[in-house]
């Protein structure tokens, strides 16, 4: 009797002849390209280093294309953008210890926001693994220590047929849900010297699918179908699980409002009469929430910025489907559904009944009437100016990326997105630099759109170097840099707390004649002159700059008070 798993692939003629007789000239860097093309890799980022070089000479010899950014932090944050925009395990190539370490703020924010990359560092030789002190040059006692934390995954490598394995293991950890970056470590030594291994030709791995238990789901459908005042929170999740069409027949269904967080921007149409946006940080939008008798969570874990600064204090039954463990009744007590969002919301509809509420669109205007008003009452005209024009000049289906800066804080809020997976930022984990070399990253995952970053001169002079990336591989990336003269955020929060910022100001450089020293066209912008000059920008192939001084101010918060 024969299993299934009995069976095995049988090597053709030619495979086995390629097998015994390997071309010359390979070393365990050829071992690296070749596993990540065996896995369907088209695409690296990363930066060279001395114990790396085995990997990157094995590129020569692959037709894996190679985008070099200038600092290792960007090289991160390009994969970041790569992974989210085409769904696939980024690759980011890194050398051992300083270079290494330099892509750390970068993997925090692709494991924040779940962003699939596949960093491979080099290590020290072989014989200096372990926690010797031997004086390697990058030498760590324990690098992999300083990624575990960050990371889903840590894959040490010691042997050259350990290779192909660990890279699929890897692989697979990256892209099954909640996807995330991945840490694999090849000791230099094991990267230089050269191998009779077979040339990899195999690899396809298959990351496990993550359905909703279903006797978790019969309970929340039953909720559902009871419900009197449902609402939703949708997040990244349905976005990364590319969900927003279930998400929308299930809303319909049910006539439940939904608001998207800051990371499932575009997971709901914004126009659509059940929409109540993404005014998460407004009390009006937190009361309408805390007043729904069932709450839907959608891939979200309702974090400080999805419960407006945990404020946010729920009356009713909570039904959490979220992908990522740890964050399930991390915040709130609720019906918990470990799954993947796609997989849970066609579990719903599936199962639950169509409800009538005419109502519902009436209340969720009434909402959106009272965040306008607040709004308004607080003479914030340039900024909402600013914004408009920024969603003018950008064509509907083209993704922007944007820094952690005063004008994104408002686009998490009040930008429509237009469609799922086009709006990203560094809100996952807050750090600086993120807008412009992520940005380069979508570029190469899709060359047909045109791609926005959106920087304050802050966050600009982070990431400055890669304009030489951008003028290399002639990347069509439009940078829009508001340019206030320092933290205009910290400078806000500082004065509202202190009475006075320290530290917040700035000296910094003529954006503009930077941007053309390095080959990039650039412009001097004004909010009256903004939506044109930034369109003409983006319509132009290959980079740009756009510099807009202005200082711009924040909305009062609702949460302190």
Do not use: C
Not at 112 to 136: C, D, E, F, K, N
Not at 352 to 363: I, K, L, N, Q, W
Not at 426 to 448: I, K, R, S, W
Request: proline share 7%; aromatic share 6%; hydrophobic share 45%.
């Amino acid at each position: 009797m024969t299993h299934d798993h009995d069976l095995v692939l049988r090597p053709t003629a030619a495979q086995t002849e390629a097998a015994l007789n390997p071309p010359p000239g390979r070393n365990g860097g050829d071992l690296v390209v070749e596993s990540l093309a065996g896995l369907g890799a088209t695409t690296v980022f990363g930066l060279p280093g001395q114990h790396a070089l085995g990997m990157f000479d094995a590129l020569r010899r692959s037709d894996l294309r190679y985008i070099g950014l200038r600092v290792e932090n960007n090289a991160g944050f390009a994969a970041d953008a790569y992974g989210r925009i085409t769904g696939e395990a980024a690759p980011l190539l890194l050398s051992t210890g300083p270079g290494a370490l330099t892509s750390l703020a970068a993997l925090q924010e692709a494991r924040a926001a779940s962003a699939p990359v596949l960093a491979i560092s080099s290590q020290v030789p072989t014989a200096g693994l372990g926690g010797g002190r031997h004086g390697y040059l990058h030498e760590l006692p324990d690098q992999a220590a300083s990624f575990r934390g960050v990371v889903k995954s840590v894959h040490t490598v010691r042997t050259q047929s350990q290779i192909p394995s660990a890279i699929a293991e890897a692989w697979t950890s990256a892209l099954t849900v909640p996807h995330g970056p991945v840490w694999v470590e090849i000791p230099q030594d094991v990267l230089l010297a050269e191998t009779q291994i077979p040339v990899v030709t195999g690899g396809d791995t298959f990351p496990e699918e993550l359905p909703p238990r279903p006797e978790l789901t019969a309970v929340a459908a039953d909720l559902l179908s009871r419900t009197e005042r449902p609402a939703i929170v949708a997040g990244g999740g349905v976005v990364r699980a590319d969900a927003s069409k279930k998400l929308r027949q299930l809303a319909e269904r049910l006539q439940a409002p939904v608001v998207t967080t800051f990371g499932g921007k575009g997971a709901f149409p914004w126009t659509h009469p059940l929409s109540l946006q993404s005014w998460l940080e407004d009390r009006h939008t937190t009361d309408f929430l805390e007043d729904a008798d069932v709450l839907l969570v959608v891939g979200s874990g309702l974090g400080e910025l999805s419960s407006n600064y945990h404020t946010f204090k729920p009356r009713g039954r909570v039904i959490q489907i979220e992908a990522d463990l740890g964050k399930l009744e991390s915040n709130h007590p609720a019906l918990g559904i470990h799954a993947d969002a796609r997989l849970a919301l066609q579990a719903l509809l599936e199962t639950v009944g169509e409800r009538t509420d005419p109502s519902a669109p009436e209340r969720v205007r009434a909402v959106l009437d009272k965040v306008r008003d607040r709004i308004a009452a607080q003479e914030l005209t340039l900024e909402q100016d600013v914004l408009a024009a920024v969603r003018a000049a950008l064509p509907p289906g083209a993704p922007s990326f944007w820094d952690m800066t005063i004008l994104a804080y408002w686009a998490w809020s009040a930008f429509d997105a237009k469609a799922p997976n086009t709006m990203h930022s560094a809100q996952g984990a807050g750090g600086l630099g993120y807008g412009f070399p992520a940005a380069l990253g979508a570029a190469v995952a899709d060359p047909t759109n045109p791609v926005l970053a959106v920087s304050g001169d802050g966050g600009a002079l982070y990431s400055v170097a890669e304009l030489a990336t951008a003028r290399q591989y002639d990347l069509n990336v439009t940078w829009l840099i508001v340019d206030d003269g320092g933290y205009g955020i910290l400078r806000e929060y500082m004065t509202d707390a202190f009475g006075a910022p320290t530290a917040t100001e700035l000296t910094r450089p003529d954006f503009v004649a930077l941007a053309e020293s390095f080959g990039v066209p650039g412009v001097r912008t004004s909010p009256q002159t903004l939506a044109a000059d930034l369109a003409k920008a983006l319509a132009a192939p290959g980079p740009s700059v756009v510099v807009l001084p202005a200082v711009l101010r924040m909305f009062a918060p609702t949460h302190l008070g």
